[in-house]
């Protein structure tokens, strides 16, 4: 365990007392946050310093959704006509890049995107896997990844009915069962669920019985497009919360994935069964969806997070996404700019921390030492007045220098000095187009 100090940093804490401290220093003892504030720099003997130079500095980002195996899609157009709705997507490209990964492509992927996420200033994922030709023990290869770069990772496998009958349960129930026996606070796991859409009742029956004996929580979509409402209500005469309630699926460990056509019935029943919510607005746009009622969701108490479901591993832009697709859709420029900023950092920090049981997303004593350093001297104030102006239109720009994972400094001057970046990337062009003709 080494210590670490960061010094000269303008610390943007995010703590309970909201505290922006300039000129300000942190102590790090192995992966824990000792001390925060104006001490002087020789207060503690440690193995290394970092200068911020004046930088802001802040708690590194958490991802409350990501695909890591989309990762190989870049620049991908899958075979036939392209898709003309929500459905054809699925079938077209997702469907049948995820049906052609192998077991090397599952790791590579993931390490290529958790390297991303890093340099983007994100320390924290909470994935959505599926493989379904390597379903077993394919978490193992993502969590290798997320060992190998240093990130916090909470894992799951999607379980369908859209290859073979329950596919993916077992690699759920193995994998929370292997991170409660290793006991390591580095990796968590959920049970992951694709959507109702493509689960039929026996396979339900089944989650819902391991998952809650298991009690790790669900990852699922929700009523991101039509089509998934639509269809619960043609088979089983239920609306989308209603039948996931029939299976005791919500919680607050639960995660429904996008919520585009929640009403106000759903949003109650979010809020009653205390169960978590996370959007990603450049997904829905992608996908040219409707546009998910997060005002709505917020009022009605709803705890919503944000992720960014494949689109990239950067988190920031996903706030501006969110607040801009908001007013362009309520066509009222006075709405959603502090909710996007308060549901990227607190409420993605609330829904970890329901997770995780290392306390994370605080510059404080006690805290994970996640920690990032943009190249970002403000040349405007900056306090909690201001500090959201600057995390959209300044922070969303610029490269992030240094990041602290865990204790470890990951990101040195926009590079990961512990990984041979290189070599992964060109192993990653070499699978990715063996992927490609695989599917073609
Ligand atoms: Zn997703």
Not at 9 to 27: A, K, M, Q, W
Not at 239 to 257: Q, Y
Not at 353 to 382: H, Q, S
Request: net charge negative.
């Amino acid at each position: 365990m080494s210590s670490l100090l960061i010094t000269n940093g303008y610390l943007v804490t995010l703590d309970e007392n909201d505290r922006f401290i300039e000129n300000g220093s942190i102590y790090i003892d192995g992966n824990q946050i000792i001390d925060v504030g104006n001490f002087a720099p020789d207060t503690y003997r440690v193995d290394r310093t970092i200068d911020a130079g004046g930088s802001l500095v802040m708690p590194g980002l958490i991802n409350a959704h990501h695909h890591l195996y989309s990762t190989f899609a870049r620049g991908f157009t899958p075979p036939g006509p392209p898709a003309r709705n929500f459905e054809e997507n699925l079938k077209n490209l997702w469907w049948k890049l995820d049906n052609a990964l192998d077991a090397d492509d599952v790791y590579y992927s993931a390490l290529l995107a958790i390297m991303n996420a890093a340099r983007a200033g994100c320390t924290t994922i909470i994935d959505h896997h599926a493989s379904p030709s390597c379903s077993d023990g394919s978490l193992d290869q993502v969590e290798r990844a997320f060992k190998d770069v240093g990130l916090s990772g909470c894992l799951c496998y999607e379980v369908s009915d859209r290859n073979r009958p329950g596919e993916g349960i077992d690699e759920n129930a193995r994998y929370i069962r292997k991170c409660r026996d290793a006991n390591d606070p580095q990796m968590t796991a959920m049970f992951g669920l694709h959507a109702l859409m493509t689960l039929g009742t026996r396979t339900l029956d089944r989650c819902a019985d391991i998952g809650n004996s298991l009690d790790a929580g669900f990852h699922v979509h929700a009523a991101e497009d039509e089509i998934d409402v639509s269809t619960t209500m043609e088979r089983y005469g239920r609306r989308i919360m209603d039948r996931f309630l029939d299976f005791a699926i919500p919680g607050p460990k639960t995660i429904f994935v996008h919520g585009v056509h929640f009403g106000p019935r759903e949003l109650d029943l979010l809020r009653s069964t205390d169960s978590l919510l996370v959007n990603a607005p450049e997904s829905n746009m992608n996908n040219g969806l409707s546009v998910a009622p997060i005002l709505d969701m917020l009022k009605h108490g709803v705890t919503v997070g944000v992720g960014t479901d494949g689109m990239s591993s950067h988190l920031i832009s996903q706030a501006r996404a969110m607040y801009l697709h908001q007013r362009t859709y309520r066509r009222d420029p006075t709405v959603a700019f502090s909710e996007s900023c308060d549901i990227l950092l607190k409420n993605n920090r609330e829904i970890c921390n329901r997770l995780f049981r290392e306390p994370r997303g605080m510059l404080a004593t006690g805290y994970l030492a996640d920690i990032i350093i943009p190249d970002y001297v403000p040349f405007t104030p900056l306090n909690a007045e201001t500090f959201y102006g600057h995390l959209l239109y300044g922070l969303s720009y610029a490269r992030i220098r240094t990041t602290v994972a865990r204790g470890q400094v990951i990101v040195e001057n926009g590079l990961l000095p512990h990984m041979d970046e290189n070599a992964i990337r060109a192993e990653c062009v070499e699978k990715a187009s063996r992927l490609w003709k695989r599917i073609h």
